[in-house]
């Protein structure tokens, strides 16, 4: 591996993981007690490819994602009491209690959305890279989405367009085999996700997303790609969602089968990226236990403020909204 992350960025990374997994876990028990309503989309599994792309970027590049989005606003620092309001519909969530689960957003954490329609932030942050060339600026854009997302006509127009005029864009594609309960086998003439670049004649890799750190190493090198020399990179993480597609869908539902989702967990990102810190002697049975309860405590607090936090007032429901 070329890029390796300091000792305090890999503590990071770790804590990052593990507060979105119980951040998200809790939020599944409050959309249960009806506490959350509407879509909710959990990002369990999925931990390293957001932490490990973060934790690669620095803090004024930009990153968007689809609906999956509590994990990508986390990692890029916005703190979990606004997030869980949100969620909520709460006047104190980072967009006022208008957006919900799918449209988290956070300008100064330059975390651009949020988007709930499939292949939606594409475009918009093609666009952004197209700014930041024009301005001379040095920002990179990371976008996100679901394998779902690259059979839409806006990836294929967006890739054109960053490759013809070399904007700073990582196109990231999550890819967790399955659109809602559609395999990748049943929706893509090709397996090989990253082979979609070379129509553009794009940089591109395939990455293990269950690898936090092979995640780092890859987004990395697109950063410093798209940085230095302005050119675009299409990432493919194969990554797999332990929960259901949505709060909506069971974990084991027709599509597939109980042992299929077991046997993905015994790769699950956080034992893994545990197991390697332990090997180093960076975390200890005791540490992990300690950060465990800090961050149970940090969860706790964010559910409390959102409790506490009022709805949004009626008359600011024509605020903020354009149509
Ligand atoms: C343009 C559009 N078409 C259809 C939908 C309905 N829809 C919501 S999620 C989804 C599946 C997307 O799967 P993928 O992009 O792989 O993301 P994942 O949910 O696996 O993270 C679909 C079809 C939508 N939101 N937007």
Redesign the pocket.
């Known amino acids: 591996m070329k890029h390796t992350p300091d000792n305090d960025k890999l503590l990071w990374m770790y804590r990052m993981m593990l507060l979105i997994r119980r951040f998200e876990e809790r939020s599944a028990q409050m959309y249960g007690m009806q506490k959350i309503g509407g879509f909710c ?1 959990l990002y369990i599994g999925q931990e390293a490819v957001g932490v490990g792309t973060v934790a690669a970027m620095r803090e004024d590049d930009y990153l968007l994602s ?3 989005d509590h994990g990508h606003i986390l990692a890029k620092g916005t703190d979990p009491n606004p997030v869980m309001a949100e969620l909520f519909g709460k006047e104190t969530g980072v967009s006022k209690g208008k957006g919900g689960s799918m449209h988290l957003f956070d300008v100064e954490k330059r975390f651009l959305g949020g988007h ?5 932030q594409i475009p918009l942050a093609t666009g952004i890279g197209f700014a930041i060339k024009y301005q001379e600026l040095d920002q990179v854009v990371v976008v996100s ?5 690259v059979h ?1 006509g806006a990836f294929h127009e967006s890739l054109n367009l960053a490759k013809l005029w070399k904007l700073p864009v990582i196109y990231l594609i ?3 085999r ?3 309960g ?1 395999p990748l086998e049943r929706a893509s003439a090709v397996w090989d996700l990253s082979q979609k670049a070379c129509s553009y004649d794009m940089a591109r890799a395939t990455v293990d997303g269950m690898d936090t750190l092979a995640v780092y190493d890859i987004m990395s090198e697109a950063i410093e790609r798209a940085r230095a020399d302005k050119e675009p990179t299409l990432i493919e993480a194969r990554t797999y ?1 332990f929960r259901g ?2 709060m909506s869908d069971p974990v084991h539902s027709h599509y597939r089968t109980k042992e299929e989702v077991e046997e993905q967990k015994k790769s699950d990102p956080i034992v893994r990226f545990q197991e390697l810190l332990l090997q180093k002697k960076l975390l200890t049975k005791e540490k992990i236990k300690e950060i465990e309860s800090e961050i149970k405590k940090e969860v706790m607090e964010s559910v409390e403020f959102a409790e506490k936090s009022p709805l949004p007032a009626l008359e600011s429901r024509f605020k903020d909204v354009y149509a």
């Open positions: 989309h689809a609906y999956r709930g329609i499939v292949a939606g989405f679901g394998e779902g997302a839409q999550e890819n967790n399955y659109g809602m559609t969602r597609h949505s």
